[in-house]
């Protein structure tokens, strides 16, 4: 076979469960025009879908690519981030499957389809066009979203606010991502890491810190970082609660692996002028984002607002694990690799927040939304288990041990405290110390909750029943952050392995075919 | 013997789960479940403490041994791992965490009626995190556990406490959290610098190979003080220094912990007082001291100074109260702050005083938050001005009150002297003025006892006013149907006694026989002392008149027949 041919194909079969998806979520949205069925049979149908797209994945799970070549990457982490997207889709449908009347259900249903491939689709980019197409391909169907369940003027504004920074967003994205390619002549991310490695002899440096700038900058409106990060508040509280779930989960997952894959795999590096830019840069955000995010969620009485801010705060630590993943090559064996701290912060994040807010739109019914904080009091005595559940969630974003989103907090800071030998230690050590400030402040606004649930009473009790679907998702969730903290080590090391794989540029051994052919295809 | 550790460790943990999930278990059930539970383990570790090999300085009743690293692998490539053992740091503090859980429930036996499953559940929670922390052999499960404990004191204080619960439990978290999180910023560069500055490169979170590890570094960035606040040793130890001074609390980082005492029940201040305080010296003892040893001869000067305020500020401050609870609460800041005293004062004598004296102040302080509580749940005030006389009453509490405060004031023949006499010459030896100062502190201490217990116990008969209402739901309606005006004041009860007797026992065998105590806690105290140079602290020619204090020390701890046996065993 030719062997062009053969790379499109194998590349055309590790993206076999985006694929699928996408055809079943465009499907679903069309059939909502001709059939009418209740929104529990479309949810099911959802649910199938990312049943079967589980099931392909499975199935290409030990296809690997030629990592010069591909457009798209099976490597560690590709197949579990995308594993994890599937699961948080899951998560999401559960928490949705209620939340708009039949006639929109597979509208809803469909778009969050679309919008997961999209986000399975970054996690296995390996190309900047392909990247970017993901990236969008998550933004669109979000904008839809946004508009979709609730039509009053609040969301709108919300909508509309969303749209044009997402669209001024991903103007910068491409800004950079374009100075990256006229640097280089690839757009191949594997192949731009393997040239990264003689940055010092590339004419032009300046070139790279203009593409790192912007890169950042417009993936930082996605994991809504300082200073991109206004519009999140504002869009939380104007859209429904399962909406700003999604939002506070989707865009900063694909971004943060979008920035592994971009950024820090491919033009990280020791000594490397542009490495030490993305870190300053890296160093700037996480400490603004940090400390704001925490600092205004202190004030905040609205649950989204709260958890905006709080989400930006989030944000602001894996930033200071992106700040150490500038430094991490490959070859280096830090005690922790900065990406590996990301990707477990990711996970233990998707968690608790998505668990957060599905019990938030659990107990809102259809006359009384849980708006602030004050609404959640007494849920101990209405709710025993969802509170305690509840409780597993905040004291994990607080992140006190032994549960999940420790082990992302001490994952990040180690990381960062691991790079005692460079320049830089010191400013990684006043990152460090800020952060965990930040964190026990961060505590506080968490504790106002628990204090709500557990230690006052509520005027009115909440006599909401939780659906079952959404039970099941809360469980789950509660349990994998249980779990996953009191027992790391699996998860701890897919991390490790996804971190170390994605910095990897193997040594190329037919060299000149393939370099060329790489070269030809950027062309 | 390592199996029976982890079943002590995790077996409140496994009842705390019973209690919580089996659905409608009534108080009497829960409590009796927690009292078997907590029983259980105290023998356990009773038993663990008894078959501890004195003499050694290698963690017991561990799995696996020093070679192939300790326990089985927990996090990431199997460095961070879960290892349980004791040391004579820890073991006698292991063992007071049990009883004192013992103490804890029979205090809340009748006083607990409502939510009482939850109650003991989060009581056995907190336990197991203290047997935990105290059994850790590797630095990130010390973490954990050190920080988990948050999490059920903070709802035993704002679920069961006073009237200001929700104002103290918060506070007592984030006051701990914010210094915990520093630490774990300094236990992560503890072993980053072992990894990168060590010779062989070993990525270890183990505690005693990095203890090992670190006392042999010999690269200057890492030995060199000129100039100290440059020095890893020293910043390191800054950033331990916040996460354990909170815990202990020296001063001024104690203001949580008067309003979580008062506001927390007596559960919850038996076991704050009794233990967990302890984790802060036990932390300074075994991070602080063992691991950045010149951080502590920097900074010893400052670090005397707190301590010595702590002691003098809180004996004050515990003068000045009308309530009980609260100036309990203030002598243990009085208290800690003479333990950390003999831990910074470096010498051999001193850190052996100073972790008896963690056991001892455990045992005195929960026995004394226990009698405090025995007066609550009678007459549901703790103001010292509406009770006199009360030996009339409750005679076995007062002998309770008075044997436990007598241990606290350090009466020759009880235990808190066993403790408080080799800070003392310790901190001499050292530093004389801060002992002279730390001394006056324990005069004011027995002052301020004496006079609590003279009020409560002695005197005329005074009781408060109580609504019959109130004392009718908590009394025992058998003892309170036998004669109605006469007996409304229920007598202390079999729970209680059970509770505080032990306590009462330990106070006097530390005091009269010390050794097998001391036996356990001497060999590895030795290894942390010996870092520490006799006379270093200062220049050569000051050195002269800390070498002759230091003799003079040597004189009256050679006359003092108890410290003989304390000089004879650290061969000083």
């Known amino acids: 076979m030719d062997p062009t041919l053969a790379v499109l194909s194998r590349a055309l079969l590790i993206v076999l469960p985006e694929a699928l998806m996408l055809l079943l979520g465009t499907a679903l949205l069309t059939a909502g025009a001709f059939v009418k069925l209740s929104r529990r049979t479309w949810c099911a149908l959802a649910v199938a879908t990312v049943a079967i797209a589980a099931a392909t994945l499975f199935s290409i ?40 009347e039949d006639s929109r259900a597979s509208d809803l249903f469909g778009t969050i389809l679309i919008l997961s491939a999209g986000s399975m689709l970054v996690a296995a980019a390996n190309d900047l066009i392909l990247m970017f197409v993901a990236l969008e391909l998550v933004s669109i169907p979000t904008y839809l979203l946004l508009y979709l369940p609730r039509r009053d003027e609040r969301t709108r504004e919300a909508a509309t606010k969303y749209f044009f920074l997402s669209i001024f967003s991903s103007g910068l994205l491409l800004f950079g991502m374009a100075y990256l390619y006229g640097l280089s002549g690839m757009s191949n991310l594997k192949a731009l890491g393997f040239a990264a490695r003689f940055v010092p002899e590339v004419p032009n440096i300046q070139f790279g810190l203009i593409a790192v700038v912007f890169v950042l900058a417009g993936l930082a409106f996605r994991v809504a970082a300082v200073p991109l990060h206004f519009y999140a508040p504002d869009v939380y509280e104007g859209s429904p609660a399962f909406m700003a779930a999604l939002l506070s989960w989707v865009p900063k997952g694909i971004g943060m692996i979008a920035i592994i894959r971009v950024l820090t795999s491919t033009v990280g590096g020791l000594n490397s002028p542009v490495a030490d830019k993305g870190f300053l840069l890296a ?83 259809p006359d009384r939304e849980i708006a602030t904080v004050d609404d959640l009091n007494g849920l101990a005595k209405s709710h025993p288990r969802t509170a305690v559940a509840m409780t597993v969630f905040l004291f994990s974003l607080a992140g006190i041990p032994p549960l999940a989103g420790f082990w992302g907090k001490y994952q990040i800071f180690a990381s960062a405290l691991s790079s005692i030998n460079d320049d830089y230690a010191r400013s990684y050590q006043y990152l460090v110390v800020i952060g965990l400030l930040n964190a026990a402040i961060g505590a506080y606004y968490y504790l106002r909750i628990i204090v709500a649930m557990y230690f006052k009473t509520a005027d009115q009790a909440l006599t909401t029943k939780i659906a079952w679907p959404t039970g099941a998702a809360i469980v789950a969730c509660a349990l994998l952050t249980i779990g996953f903290g009191v027992y790391p080590s699996p998860t701890c090391n897919v991390t490790r392995r996804a971190a170390i794989e994605a910095i990897r540029s193997p040594e190329v051994t037919a060299a000149p075919r393939t370099a060329t052919r790489v070269v030809d295809r950027s062309n | 013997m390592a199996t029976l550790l982890c079943f002590t460790v995790l077996i409140p943990l496994v009842a705390a789960c019973v209690l919580a999930l089996v659905p409608g278990l009534g108080y009497r059930e829960s409590r009796s479940i927690a009292l078997a539970t907590a029983i259980l383990s105290t023998l356990c570790s009773g038993a663990l403490a008894f078959a501890f090999e004195a003499g050694r300085v290698d963690p017991q009743f561990a799995f696996g041994s020093s070679e192939a690293g300790y326990g089985a692998p927990w996090m990431g490539s199997g460095s961070v791992r879960i290892a349980f053992g ?487």
């Open chain 1, 61 to 100: 799970w030990n296809d690997r690519a030629d990592v010069y070549a591909s457009v798209v990457l099976n490597d560690t982490l590709s197949r579990y981030a995308r594993l994890g997207f599937l699961f948080f889709t899951l998560v999401i449908l559960a928490t949705a499957h209620d939340q708009v």
């Open chain 1, 283 to 365: 160093w700037v955000i996480a400490a603004a984002s940090m400390t704001l995010g925490n600092t205004v969620a202190l004030l905040q009485n609205n649950l989204k607002r709260l958890f905006a801010y709080s989400s930006i705060a989030h944000a602001g630590y894996m930033m200071t694990g992106v700040a150490a993943a500038f430094h991490n090559t490959q070859g280096s064996l830090p005690l922790a690799f900065g990406a590996e701290g990301i990707l477990l912060y990711l996970l233990a994040y998707g968690l608790m927040t998505l668990g957060a807010f599905a019990i938030i739109v659990a107990l809102g019914g």
């Open chain 2, 86 to 572: 004791l040391d004579g740091l820890s073991v006698w503090l292991f063992a007071l965490s049990a009883l004192l859980t013992v103490t804890g429930v029979c205090a809340s036996w009748e006083s607990v009626k409502e939510k009482a499953a939850a109650h003991y559940a989060l009581l056995l929670t907190l336990e197991t995190g203290l047997l935990g922390l105290f059994a850790s052999l590797d630095i990130i499960q010390f973490y954990v556990f050190f920080e988990f404990m948050l999490i059920p004191m903070f709802f035993l204080i704002g679920i069961y406490g006073g009237r200001e619960r929700r104002r103290a439990s918060i506070t007592f978290f984030l006051y701990t959290l914010v210094g915990s999180l520093l630490a774990l910023a300094g236990l992560i560069s503890l072993v980053v610098i072992n990894y990168y500055y060590g010779d062989k490169h070993v990525l270890t979170f183990s505690i005693p190979e990095l203890t090992a590890g670190l006392a042999a570094i010999t690269r200057p960035e890492w030995t060199d003080v000129h100039p100290w606040y440059t020095n890893p040793q020293v910043l390191i130890f800054l950033l331990l220094f916040a996460g354990f001074a909170v815990k202990v609390p020296l001063f001024p980082f104690h203001t949580w912990l008067p309003l979580a005492h008062v506001e927390a029940p007596t559960a919850g201040s038996v076991i704050l007082a009794g233990v967990m305080l302890k984790v802060g010296t036990y932390g300074f003892l075994r991070f602080n001291m063992a691991m950045t040893p010149l951080g502590a001869r920097v900074l010893f000067p400052t670090l005397a100074f707190l301590s010595v305020v702590g002691v003098i500020y809180g004996a004050l401050t515990a003068l000045a109260q009308s309530d009980v609870k609260r100036l309990v609460a203030y002598s243990s800041v009085s208290h800690m702050g003479l333990i950390a005293l003999g831990l910074f004062s470096a010498t051999a004598v001193g850190m052996e005083g100073s972790v008896i004296q963690m056991v001892n102040h455990g045992l005195t302080t929960g026995a004394l938050f226990a009698c405090v509580g025995i007066i609550y749940e009678r007459y549901h005030t703790r103001e010292m001005s509406a009770m006199r006389g009360l030996w009339k009453r409750l005679p076995l509490f007062a002998f309770f009150l008075i044997l436990a405060s007598m241990g606290s004031i350090a009466l020759p023949g009880l235990n808190g002297f066993v403790g408080e006499f080799p800070i003392l010459i310790g901190a001499f030896r050292r530093d004389p003025t801060t002992a002279v100062i730390a001394a006056t502190g324990m005069i004011l201490g027995a002052y301020y006892l004496l006079s609590m217990v003279q009020r409560v116990a002695f005197g005329p008969l005074e009781e408060p006013a109580h609504d019959d209402h109130d004392a009718s739901a908590h009394a025992d309606p058998h003892a309170a149907s036998d004669d109605r005006h006469e007996q409304k004041v229920r007598p202390v009860g079999w729970h209680e006694i059970v509770g505080l007797a032990p306590l009462m026992a330990f106070i006097v065998i530390i005091g009269v026989y010390p050794k097998p105590f001391l036996d356990r806690i001497v060999p590895a105290v030795r290894p942390i002392a010996a870092r520490f140079p006799d006379s270093g602290y200062r220049t050569p020619s000051e050195g002269s008149t800390t070498a002759l204090s230091a003799r003079r020390a040597d004189a009256v701890a050679q006359r003092h027949p108890l410290n003989s046996l304390v000089t004879k065993e650290t061969g000083l």
